[in-house]
């Protein structure tokens, strides 16, 4: 579980899979606008690629909450 809870490899793991590929625009944000837009047209694979390039999201997000959550004292 120590690559889940390293900060470098989680923000490489964004910089690459999670915007990759960069141009015109990072495929992630593509994706995510095609879903505010109501994802018409969405196939199955296009869930799948959501997925894969949000996961490095998802875990730096954990990772931030995990840091700055207060420590239990036990």
């Known amino acids: 579980m120590k690559p889940f809870n390293d ?3 989680i923000i ?3 910089l690459t899979l999670g915007l990759a590929p960069f141009f015109p625009e990072p ?3 593509g994706k995510i606008k095609w879903i505010a837009g109501g994802a018409n047209g ?3 694979k ?3 690629d959501v997925v894969m390039h949000g996961f ?3 875990l730096l ?6 840091k700055l959550a207060p420590k239990k004292d036990a």
Do not use: A, G
């Open 7 to 9: 900060l470098r490899i």
């Open 12 to 14: 490489l793991l964004c």
């Open 27 to 29: 495929h992630i944000w």
């Open 42 to 44: 969405m196939q199955l």
């Open 46 to 48: 296009d869930w799948f």
């Open 56 to 58: 490095p999201w998802v």
């Open 61 to 66: 997000i954990r990772l931030i909450i995990v």
